[in-house]
C-alpha cells in the first residue's frame, strides 16, 4: 500500500456510489458467495436507496464501506425470529451492513478508521445501539471493536453469518479512539454541503485551486480569462460580462453605481431578504427609485408592475431578485423582460442564486450579477455583471473598483485577480453541462415529494415557481430550527438555518447548487420528519 493518506467520509459523489457497486460485487459474490454472479459485476444493494454509506478513500479510489440504515424490518428481521429478544434495553438502534474492505487494504488502520467514524456518525443520528451480520471468516476482528454475537449463525451454509450488536459503551470507546484517526473526523469535507453556499466543489475544481498561482498580466492567463468570460456569457446568452474580485454584494454595487449614471428614477421589486438588500443597495447609492412589495415566497402581480410603469413614465430602469433565495420563490424572468420592453425600461437582474441551477436567458437585461460559488459549482470570491451594451469608463462619477467601463477597458483585468480563483471558475465551466438543470429539477420533485409526505409544509403557494435548487421548510412553532439545524449538522448535513432571517421565521432550507445525489438525502428526510414534527 502507497503513503497517500486515507480519507474516510459519507459518500455523496456519483463515482463514489458506482465504485460502491463495485466492492459489493467483489466482497458478496465473488469473495463471499452470498449472490449470483453477473456479466456487468456490479451489486446494487436492496435497501440502496435507504443507506448511508461511510465510506474510506486512498486518493479516489474506494477501499472500504459500510451501509447505515435505520428502516424496520432490517435485514436481521428476516433471518431471527423475534429480533428484539435477543437486543439489550436500548432507545434507537441502526442496521449495519455491507462491511467490506478490499484484499490489498485490509488492515486495524482502515477497519477501525471506518468504525470511528460510524460511532461518531451514530452519535450525531441518536443511536445507542448498531446490530449486523458479520461473516464468520472475521469474528475475532469484529469482536476486538466491540461487538458482541448473538443468536445462531444465519445465511446459507456456504455463506454464514454471525448476529452481532454494539452498545453505546462500545460507541463512546470507538469515539475515544478518534485522536488516533484525524481523517475520520466528522469535519466540513465530511459532510453532506445542502447549502446556498459555499457548495459542494468536484475534485477537478478542488485540484484545479490548488495549483501554483500565476501572474493576472501573463499572457497565459490572459487566454483563460478571456474563455472563462466566453464560457460565462454561452450559459446565459449574454454579450459581455465584467469579473470582480468580491461577493454578489459587490457586483450588486456595481449595478447600483452604472444607475446612478442615468439620474432618472427607477423601480425595485422585492418579495424577500434579497430584493430588500436591493432596496438598501439603491439607497446608499442616492438612487430615486419607487419600491413594489409582495409577500415573501409569493410572487409578484403583474398588474402592480404594469400599472406602476404606466402611472409613472419618467421609470428608467427596473431591479429584482431572479431566484429570491430567502424563500426559493423564482420571480419570472420573461414577464419582467416584456414588461421592460412594453415600457422601454432597463431590466436589471440579480442572478446570484439562478445562474447554474434553472436556465437563464440575459438576452434581452441591461445588467445582471451572479457569483461563483453557487450553481456554476466554484469557489466563492468572484463575482460577475452580465450586460449588452457597450459599457464606457466613468473616471469622474465612480470608485475605480466599481466602474463596470473600466474593467471592459482593460479587457476585464485592470487590477490584481486570483488566477486560483479564476482557473477553478474555468474548469468548473469546462464541465458545466445543460442537462445539470433536468438534474436538480428531477431531484427537487422527488424531494420535496418525500419531505410534504412527511408532513412537512414547503414555504410558497402550492402550483407557483418556485426554484428546484432551494426546499424552504417552515417549522411549527412547537420545534426550533436552530435546534433541528444543530442536530442535523452533528448527523453530517449542513443545512441553511442560520441565517437571521431564517430564523426570524423558524425556517430551514436544502439547497441543490452544488454536487449532490439522490442516496445521500433518504436519510436526510427521515431525520426532518423526525425531528421537524416533533417538539426538538
Not at 456510489?17 to 466482497?27: D, P
Not at 429539477?441 to 409526505?453: G, N, P, Q, T
Request: net charge negative; with cysteine.
Amino acid at each position: 500500500m502507497s503513503t497517500q493518506p486515507l480519507t474516510f467520509k459519507t459518500a455523496s459523489e456519483a463515482w463514489e456510489f458506482e465504485q460502491i457497486h463495485k466492492l459489493n460485487y467483489e466482497t458478496f459474490v465473488e469473495e463471499i458467495p452470498q449472490h449470483q454472479p453477473n456479466p456487468d459485476q456490479t451489486l446494487v444493494d436492496k435497501f440502496h436507496i435507504e443507506n448511508t454509506y461511510l465510506i474510506c478513500l486512498h486518493g479516489d479510489h474506494l477501499v472500504g464501506m459500510v451501509a447505515v440504515r435505520d428502516k424496520r424490518p432490517f435485514s436481521l428481521d428476516s433471518k431471527l425470529d423475534n429480533l428484539d429478544a435477543f437486543l439489550p434495553p436500548h432507545r434507537s438502534v441502526c442496521e449495519l451492513r455491507l462491511l467490506a474492505v478490499e484484499k490489498d487494504h485490509r488492515s486495524p488502520r482502515v477497519f477501525q478508521g471506518i468504525m470511528v467514524m460510524l460511532a461518531q456518525y451514530g452519535e450525531g443520528r441518536g443511536y445507542d445501539l448498531a446490530i449486523m451480520s458479520g461473516t464468520v471468516t472475521q469474528l475475532k476482528l469484529y469482536k476486538q471493536l466491540g461487538f458482541v454475537p448473538f443468536g445462531p449463525l444465519v445465511g446459507a451454509l456456504r455463506a454464514q453469518f454471525q448476529p452481532m450488536y454494539l452498545t453505546l459503551k462500545a460507541y463512546n470507546e470507538l469515539k475515544e479512539k478518534s485522536k488516533a484517526f484525524p481523517h475520520s473526523s466528522a469535519s466540513a469535507s465530511t459532510r453532506i454541503n445542502l447549502l446556498p453556499g459555499p457548495v459542494a466543489i468536484s475534485d477537478p475544481v478542488r485540484k484545479t485551486y490548488s495549483e501554483v498561482p500565476v501572474s493576472h498580466r501573463s499572457q497565459a492567463f490572459m487566454e483563460i480569462f478571456a474563455h472563462t468570460k466566453h464560457l460565462l456569457c454561452q450559459v446565459v446568452g449574454s454579450q459581455s460580462v465584467e469579473i470582480f474580485t468580491g461577493s454578489g454584494t459587490l457586483a450588486n454595487d456595481v449595478i447600483a453605481g452604472q444607475l446612478s449614471l442615468f439620474r432618472k428614477p427607477g423601480l425595485v421589486l422585492t418579495n424577500g431578504e434579497f430584493g430588500n438588500r436591493l432596496i438598501d443597495h439603491a439607497t446608499r447609492w442616492r438612487l430615486s427609485f419607487r419600491i413594489i412589495r409582495a409577500d415573501w415566497g409569493y410572487p409578484f402581480n403583474p398588474d402592480d408592475i404594469e400599472r406602476m410603469l404606466e402611472e409613472n413614465p419618467d421609470i428608467r430602469w427596473l431591479w429584482a431578485v431572479h431566484c429570491e433565495t430567502s424563500s426559493g420563490i423564482l420571480n419570472d424572468l420573461a414577464l419582467l423582460q416584456e414588461l421592460s420592453t412594453k415600457r422601454g425600461v432597463d431590466l436589471c437582474l440579480d442572478c446570484t442564486s439562478s445562474i447554474g441551477t434553472v436556465p437563464v436567458n440575459l438576452k434581452g437585461a441591461y445588467l445582471a450579477s451572479s457569483v461563483s460559488g453557487k450553481g456554476l459549482g466554484a469557489f466563492p470570491g468572484l463575482s460577475m455583471v452580465f450586460y449588452n451594451h457597450e459599457a464606457s469608463p466613468a473616471p469622474q462619477e465612480l470608485p475605480r473598483y466599481l466602474d463596470l467601463g473600466l474593467y471592459a477597458s482593460y479587457e476585464g483585468v485592470p487590477f490584481t485577480i486570483s488566477s486560483n480563483l479564476v482557473y477553478a471558475l474555468h474548469t468548473a465551466l469546462t464541465r458545466f453541462e445543460s442537462r445539470r438543470f433536468d438534474e436538480i429539477a428531477a431531484l427537487s420533485s422527488w424531494l420535496r415529494s418525500r419531505l410534504i409526505e412527511s408532513g412537512l409544509r414547503l414555504v410558497g403557494p402550492e402550483g407557483h415557481n418556485t426554484s428546484p435548487a432551494v426546499i424552504t421548510i417552515a417549522l411549527s412553532e412547537a420545534v426550533s430550527s436552530e435546534n433541528i439545524g444543530d442536530q442535523l449538522l452533528k448527523a453530517g448535513y449542513l443545512l441553511s438555518y442560520r441565517s437571521e432571517y431564517l430564523h426570524e421565521r423558524n425556517w430551514i432550507q436544502i439547497c441543490l447548487m452544488g454536487e449532490c445525489v439522490r442516496e445521500t438525502l433518504t436519510p436526510l428526510v427521515d431525520l426532518l420528519a423526525r425531528y421537524g414534527n416533533s417538539p426538538a
